[in-house]
């Protein structure tokens, strides 16, 4: 079936290296994409969005590029902070709009060495 | 951003008690609420949909009995574990969206002895 999936489950990098996650999407229907951060015990927090008509966002620190053609979004992290260190998941929407129904990724653990 | 209060954060109940978990929308209007369940290392799983003043949709698999959700008002969802036994044991997360991106509540570990 349609899924959202991540290439790797674990990231370790260096504090102040920068930091590049990856998730891998299925379905082409898919128009809007959320990336959300978990740290232990707590719910996800969102950190950026992007639309299909837009190739490329960017926040503080962060930035989402999106690969409509190879169906590929990624989160990069810039001057990696201990505080980073979390679960990031990836999560695709379907029009018609319903960001309950969003499908999530299996989620990739980044770990910020000191 | 918009603020999702969950309560409690933790709660430990003996096997066949029924635990009651609230979700709050502090900020917005809310007619919809959504509810989770994650376990360890793994990511979020959808068990319902919350509606204001209707029914909740269950995904499929999950037990409806089981998953008691009542949203009374505009700002309020509660999820109602029944009977509950030790394999409902996990980590309950609501969340709720004013707009399109989900803001998500604290989450609440549930262990049941």
């Known amino acids: 079936g349609e899924s959202v999936g991540l290439h790797l489950p674990t990231l370790s990098v260096q504090e102040g290296d920068n930091s590049i996650i990856n998730c891998a999407y299925s379905?082409?229907?898919?128009?809007?994409f959320i990336w959300y951060k978990q740290e232990s015990g707590k719910g996800p927090q969102f950190i950026i969005d992007?639309?299909?008509?837009?190739d490329k966002r960017q926040g503080q620190r962060v930035t989402v590029l999106l690969n409509k053609t190879v169906k590929h979004l990624s989160l990069q992290i810039a001057a990696t902070q201990p505080g980073d260190s979390a679960v990031y998941f990836c999560?695709?929407?379907?029009?018609?709009?319903?960001?309950?129904?969003?499908?999530f990724g299996d989620g990739t653990t980044l770990t910020v060495k000191p | 951003g918009a603020v999702v209060s969950q309560h409690p954060s933790w709660v430990i109940c003996k096997s066949g008690t029924s635990v009651k978990i609230e979700c709050r929308s502090l900020?917005?209007?809310?007619?919809?609420m959504f509810w989770y369940r994650q376990f360890p290392k793994q990511s979020l799983m959808l068990m319902a949909t919350?509606?204001?003043?209707?029914?909740?949709?269950?995904e499929q698999g999950v037990e409806k009995d089981k998953f008691l959700i009542n949203h009374a008002s505009l700002t309020l969802s509660t999820l109602t574990v029944t009977s509950a036994h030790p394999e409902d044991s996990s980590f309950y997360i609501c969340?709720?969206?004013?707009?399109?991106?989900?803001?998500f509540g604290s989450g609440t570990q549930l262990s049941v002895l």
């Open positions: 900020d917005f209007q809310a007619t919809t």
């Open positions: 992007i639309r299909s008509n837009m």
């Open positions: 999560a695709e929407n379907m029009p018609p709009r319903n960001a309950g129904k969003s499908t």
């Open positions: 919350s509606n204001e003043g209707s029914k909740a949709t269950y």
């Open positions: 379905n082409s229907a898919s128009d809007y």
């Open positions: 969340s709720a969206t004013p707009d399109e991106k989900l803001f």
